[in-house]
């Protein structure tokens, strides 16, 4: 059953036009990851936070891109990391218009 993942942090930019030159290459290796299926990027310049919602096959999917993820922000100095794995539903998934 395929997994949603959504994962917010506080995010001091860069936004837009901007954020799109600068994490290219991230999009693009985020692509490659093992189980996934897709990526909604998300971004609140006025509230200064960041993230996105992710398509994985699999829950082990999910929860790995987790992990790397949360500790790549680590990394750079973010230290709340906000993150779910939910279930999807896809028959009604499907009603709605859903990307699955």
Same mark, same amino acid.
């Given at each position: 059953? %395929?997994?949603?993942?959504?994962i917010?942090? =506080?995010? %001091? @930019? =860069?936004?837009?036009?901007?954020? !799109?030159?600068?994490?290219k /290459?991230?999009? #693009?290796?985020? !692509?490659? $990851? =093992?189980?996934?299926?897709?990526?909604?990027?998300? /971004?609140n310049a006025? /509230?200064?936070?960041?993230? @996105?919602?992710y398509?994985? *096959?699999t $829950? /082990?999917?999910a929860? %790995?891109?987790? $992990?790397?993820? !949360?500790?790549?922000?680590k990394?750079?100095g #973010?230290? *709340?990391?906000?993150? *779910?794995?939910?279930d999807?539903?896809? %028959?009604?998934?499907?009603? !709605?218009?859903?990307p699955i």
């Amino acid at each position: 059953m %395929a997994k949603l993942l959504q994962i917010d942090f =506080p995010f %001091a @930019g =860069p936004f837009g036009a901007d954020m !799109t030159e600068a994490l290219k /290459e991230l999009a #693009v290796s985020i !692509t490659e $990851e =093992p189980g996934f299926i897709w990526k909604i990027w998300t /971004e609140n310049a006025s /509230e200064q936070d960041a993230g @996105g919602i992710y398509l994985f *096959k699999t $829950e /082990e999917a999910a929860q %790995a891109y987790l $992990e790397k993820h !949360t500790a790549r922000l680590k990394g750079l100095g #973010v230290d *709340k990391v906000h993150a *779910k794995i939910f279930d999807v539903n896809e %028959a009604l998934s499907k009603i !709605t218009g859903g990307p699955i």
